[in-house]
T-cell receptor, first 111, second 111 residues
Framework: DAGVTQSPTHLIKTRGQQVTLRCSPK?????VSWYQQALGQGPQFIFQ???????QRGNFPDRFSGHQFPNYSSELNVNALLLGDSALYLC??????????FGSGTQLSVL | EDKVVQSPLSLVVHEGDTVTLNCSYE??????LLWYKQEKKAPTFLFML????IEKKSGRLSSILDKKELFSILNITATQTGDSAIYLC???????????FGKGTSLLVTP
């Protein structure tokens, strides 16, 4: 049984560009959450998707947007990239209101 | 503003030592406290605590919550080099597991 899978594993972009990160949840899970982990920090909650709707959102600007597809997979989009967006982006899946299972993340570097 | 503070931020011990990691929190609406172990990239779930004074145990790891004093500890006995990792504490403050993480404690166990 595959766990949470994220792609790509690494990504290099330049300031001002746009990026899309992808996440496939663990089998049987219907909820996907995204977190940003800067170097030396704990993960910070970006948003959560359930039934293709954004259910909760953390303190992130509108440049961060997402989508959930009917098969429960999800994308995180970041527009107008800033140097400060460089971080590990973690996807976590769960059944609604149950504990999270994390993927290995996408390491984004913005130059 | 909700806060989760972990201490120490880093720790170096010898194999066989016992370590205690601390997590204090100030949040408006406590639901549960969770501990994760992060090796390389993906945080893996260790414990979820909801009630004061009830110890959760898994092998050499144990954890307890004090809801009056607003803290939790994670103990690791007879440490091994494989325990080297970042240990993350997170608090769930509403339904849906939009977790609020601390910065983590980086533990290095030397042979």
């Amino acid at each position: 049984d595959a766990g949470v899978t994220q792609s790509p594993t690494h990504l290099i972009k330049t300031r001002g560009q746009q990026v899309t990160l992808r996440c496939s949840p663990k089998s049987g899970h219907d909820t996907v959450s995204w977190y940003q982990q800067a170097l030396g920090q704990g993960p910070q909650f970006i948003f959560q998707y359930y039934e293709e709707e954004e259910r909760q959102r953390g303190n992130f600007p509108d440049r961060f947007s997402g989508h959930q597809f009917p098969n429960y997979s999800s994308e995180l989009n970041v527009n107008a990239l800033l140097l400060g967006d460089s971080a590990l982006y973690l996807c976590a899946s769960s059944r609604l209101d149950e504990k999270l299972f994390f993927g290995s993340g996408t390491q984004l570097s913005v130059l | 503003e909700d806060k989760v503070v972990q201490s120490p931020l880093s720790l170096v011990v010898h194999e066989g030592d016992t370590v205690t990691l601390n997590c204090s929190y100030e949040v408006t609406n406590f639901r549960s406290l969770l501990w994760y172990k992060q090796e390389k990239k993906a945080p893996t779930f260790l414990f979820m605590l909801t009630s004061s004074g009830i110890e959760k145990k898994s092998g050499r790891l144990s954890s307890i919550l004090d809801k009056k004093e607003l803290f939790s500890i994670l103990n690791i006995t007879a440490t091994q080099t494989g325990d080297s990792a970042i240990y993350l504490c997170a608090v769930d403050t509403n339904s849906g597991y939009a977790l609020n993480f601390g910065k983590g404690t980086s533990l290095l166990v030397t042979p």
